[in-house]
């Protein structure tokens, strides 16, 4: 029942910047980590940046310096600020959590994924 919405992406030119946006929703107990994943034509999906409920990150080589990660834990929102793109940053984003949820009966653990959303960087 746990649901990712994302907003951002779009097409921008190199160099500019975009602010991808998540949030969590739904019978949300907590939440673990928080993170966002890339996978670009013809490559292997890679973990871009990573947010635990404590506040580390982690960062892939290739964006380090560039992207920040950061989360409203008061909204279940994580937020991914791209400057100085790229053209090989060009991928479809997808948005990852996983925590645990709750029903009247039962908690559990739960991972979800949102749909994507396209990120094109021109040159």
């Known amino acids: 029942q746990v649901q990712l919405v994302e907003s951002g992406g779009g097409l921008v030119q190199a160099g500019g910047s975009l602010e991808l946006s998540c949030a969590a929703s739904g019978r949300i107990f907590s939440i673990r980590a928080m993170g966002w994943h890339r996978q670009a034509p013809g490559k292997q999906r890679e973990l871009v940046a990573s947010i635990t409920s404590g506040g580390s990150t982690t960062y892939a080589d290739s964006v380090k310096g560039r992207f920040t990660i950061s989360r409203d834990n008061a909204k279940n929102t994580v937020y991914l600020q791209m400057n100085s793109l790229k053209p090989e940053d060009t991928a479809v984003y997808y948005c990852?959590?996983?925590?645990?949820?709750?029903?009247?009966?039962?908690?559990?653990?739960?991972?979800?994924w949102g749909q994507g959303t396209q990120v094109t960087v021109s040159s």
């Open positions: 990852n959590g996983d925590g645990y949820w709750y029903s009247d009966a039962e908690v559990g653990p739960f991972t979800s």
